[in-house]
């Protein structure tokens, strides 16, 4: 098992551009999230799908989009980069309370 | 929303030493787990741990929910031991856990 996958592992984007980051797990579970860190911080909830077809926001939203393709995946968008978006984003599943995160995404916006 | 504190938020530790981190939560919870933050970032689930105590090699945990903490120990540390550790907790209304601000242990041979 893979595990949690993500892509790209780096990025440097300009201010205003648009990508998307990619996960997705192999374990079968129900619940996917999206965590940016900061420097020197805790992880802070983006958003989260409970379940396939379902999204939430979390602690910090604005700038984002997600999308639950299917139970596998689940991508972050960025329709409009800022420098406050710097930072390194984690995608993580669950089951039964037990998280498992993904190696992360550094995301540089200049 | 929940406020999840770590104590003490750096700890340096000459190798073979023992240590106790704490992780104090507001509210009820439903789900504790214990994450070590290597040096090269990954996240690694230690314990999942709402409530009791586990043991896992050098490693344990203890939390009281009634009193709304939680302990990790770590015995007989060793360097590979270095990193960041995070408390996040997950309570009613929200199926997604709140991290704290982690303890930065530095491990010395």
């Known amino acids: 098992n893979a595990g949690v996958t993500q892509t790209p592992k780096f990025q440097v984007l300009k201010t205003g551009q648009s990508m998307t980051l990619q996960c997705a797990q192999d374990?079968?579970?129900?619940?996917m999230y999206w965590y940016r860190q900061d420097p020197g911080m805790g992880l802070r909830l983006i958003y989260y799908?409970?379940?396939?077809?379902?999204?939430d926001k979390g602690e910090v939203p604005n700038g984002y989009n997600v999308s639950r393709l299917n139970k596998r995946e689940f991508s972050l968008r960025l329709e409009s980069a800022a420098p406050s978006q710097t930072s390194v984003y984690f995608c993580a599943s669950s089951e039964v309370g037990q998280g498992y995160f993904g190696p992360g995404t550094r995301l540089t916006v200049t | 929303g929940i406020q999840v504190e770590q104590s003490p938020p750096d700890l340096i530790l000459q190798e073979g030493a023992n240590s106790t981190l704490r992780c104090n939560f507001s509210d009820s919870v439903n789900n504790l787990q214990w994450f070590h933050q290597n040096p090269w970032g990954q996240l690694i689930n230690l314990f999942y741990?709402?409530?009791g105590t586990k043991q896992n090699g050098r490693l344990s945990a203890t939390t009281v929910a009634t009193e709304r903490y939680s302990l990790l120990y770590i015995s007989s540390s060793q360097t590979t031991d270095s990193g960041v550790y995070f408390c996040a907790v997950e309570h009613a209304g929200r199926r997604a856990l709140t991290f704290g601000s982690g303890t930065r242990l530095q491990v010395q041979p």
């Open positions: 374990m079968n579970h129900n619940s």
């Open positions: 799908s409970a379940s396939e077809g379902t999204t």
């Open positions: 741990i709402p409530s």
